[in-house]
């Protein structure tokens, strides 16, 4: 990873000097160098980022390096990155926002520009018309607000159907399931020696990847949605009550792994599949990697990819929303969105699925004839592409999310009926929504 | 078998499964760290000749989560806060102990006062502060947040051994003419080692474990021990093995420091128990 330095916006006035000379006699009374101070200029960027394996741009993760020296000195541009742990991206993010300082330039979003709208720089202008045309439309839908577009999405991240295919042959299926009937029929079927035919991580009721966020996948597929056209919750109907029997179904005839109750992220569920001890999963394209990974996986070379099952009315999924944006704050934003446009080009794009395992989203990308043989699951996550995959987000989704999770769990535990539960979520989320429209 | 030693082996028997409980998951978390990734998730685990290895620890050292500057920052955190702690907290712990302070009562409890308030309840104020002072990401201001909460808990420890020092010894000092301070000094401090060790094993620990107040004052510099560690759990992917490892290594200075200072701090916690 590369070193960086940090870069913070400090007003100089005499108490500030003052306060700088006290704080400067104090580290070197510690033996530690005064950390560097600078202001965003246009010669600097800061970016805010998570930590590879998870997805991260070139000088984070171990690709494109050459491209990437070469286009900083190209542009004379100095990129600190701060890298941290994926966990504590939105908090630190929100604290920087709150206080106002320590603000980076660009930023990893998943799922928050709603959120932090207020806090981001539209990029409708900066984005080249070649670029938006060569990507899907669709993945503006999760990086806007208001209708600006707030976000550029860097990698195809939809849900979709992953099964061990040596479980499905021992079963005699000869091929994925296509439909809730069928999903529900071969979880059972593949539910023996001791393995679950269906896993996935129910434990956290929160974001995408929560809970909340599976359901939403399963809610689409029957034909719901989230929200009416005034903005009020409307998801207490038909398909969200199917949704979530469907759910609570695979879990209490004890087709879907008992500890998915408690698996609070997709790794622990993935580990699971990975292992051999469950055959079906909805899971991230980045999966297909450490799949295949002889190091960390039992089921090389086993791994199928499908669509999802559809429901009563399509398949459907949600979208990961792996995006960068640009702070309002940011002193240089032309030249951030510069570097989001090398961060997009084809030939990284390209080398960010060949060497880190995250797709692309440039549709010429995802179509290359390297990339579709390096990558089986990306035809099938453009086919799934190709259908509904709205994550409802909003400015208060992880409140959202957090209320509906909850209940969720609560309908999965037994301890309240499907309908109870979505019930008692709708009312909940009518009152967070009701706050947020005043 | 007599009904005395019959009790003596129950104790015994009772103290050893009492270890083993404490134990297990310390051993459980060596076996990981040696494990790799696809035995660690077989079920039950693969404990099988060909799943152990050093690889964990070799991708620790050689990762970029950069566990050598975190301990060295964690180090260096902690023993600024262990020492100013046992530095301020004596001082103001024989004060409130000894001197006719107006209010002595009162201030000790806002002194604990400190301690009802909720880390996340302050953090975002507590960011604006140390952003308008120039302390985010700097080892001296962790050294100053974890004082916040580090020492009352010292002033309060080492109170309540100070109290329970015979009046005798500092009056025989009075008699030779020693000021407050000298008697502190001279008399008190030389027979306060154990209750100083104790008290600053303590902080220590806390400053070494802190977790919450680190992840936002930090960024690139000073990131302690905990963050690292954490930095091996992503959203997708996980390294096991390697954040066993890495926690592995991360105990092995604070292990070491109670090793090397176990009698003290028993005897500390000892007399404090008696005299306090």
Known sequence: MHRARTMLSVPTNRRSILKGAAGAAGLAALGRRAPVRGVSAATGLSVLSPLAP???????????????????????????????????????????????????DIMYNCGWVPEFAQFLTPMDAYLPADLVADLPPSSFSTVGWDGKKLGVVFSLSLLTL?????????????????????????????????RSGWVLNYGAPEGIGGVASYWMTFLQQAGGTMYGADGMPVFNDAPGIDALSLMVEMMTNGSTDPGSLSYVGINDATNVLTAGNASMMMNWPFMWKPANDPESSQIVGKLGSAILPAGPVTSASIDGTDAWTIAATSAAPEKAAELIGFYLSPEVQKKQWLDTGWLPIRLSVLEDAEVQAAAPNAAVVLEQAKLPYDSFVTPDYNEVTQALGTEIQKALGGAKTPEEALKDASDQVTEIVKKRLG | MNRGRLGRVGVGAGLAAFVLWTLLPILWLVISSLLRTKALTSRPPDLSAASWTLGNYREVLASGQALGPALLTSAIVS????????????????????????????????????????????????????????????????????????????????????????????????????????????????????????????????????????????????????IAISEFAGQYQTKIGEMMAAAVLASLPVVALAIIFRKAILRGFAEGAVKG
Do not use: C
């Not at chain 2, 309060?156 to 329970?164: N, P, V």
């Not at chain 2, 500092?170 to 020693?178: I, N, S």
């Open chain 1, 54 to 104: 998870d997805p991260a741009p070139p000088g984070v993760a171990e690709f494109a390096i050459p491209e990437f020296d070469a286009w900083k000195a190209a542009n004379d541009v100095d990129v600190t990155y701060e890298a941290v742990a994926w966990p504590q991206l939105h908090d630190k993010m929100a604290t920087n926002f709150a206080s106002g300082t320590h603000v980076h």
């Open chain 1, 162 to 194: 992953f099964y061990n295919t040596e479980h499905l042959e021992l079963a005699g299926l000869k091929e994925p399931p296509k439909t809730w009937d069928e999903l529900k029929g071969y979880a059972k079927e593949l539910t023996r020696d001791g």
């Open chain 2, 79 to 226: 023993l600024g806060t262990t020492l100013i702690a046992l530095a301020l907290g004596s001082a103001a712990g024989y004060a409130l102990a000894r001197l006719s302070i107006p209010g002595g009562d009162r201030i000790a409890l806002l002194v604990l006062a400190t301690q009802m308030f909720p880390g996340i309840v302050i953090v975002i104020p507590l960011f604006i502060v140390m952003s308008r002072l120039g302390l985010i990401d700097t080892r001296a201001g962790l050294i100053v947040v974890y004082l916040s909460f580090v020492l009352p808990v010292v002033i309060w420890i080492l109170k309540g051994f100070f109290e329970a020092i015979p009046p005798e010894l500092e009056k025989a000092a009075a008699v030779d003419g020693a000021s407050a301070w000298n008697t502190f000094r001279l008399v008190v401090l030389p027979i306060s080692w154990p209750p100083l060790f104790a008290a600053g094993v303590f902080a220590f620990i806390e400053a070494w474990n802190e977790f919450l107040f680190a992840v936002v004052l930090t960024r690139l510099h000073t990131k302690t021990v905990p």
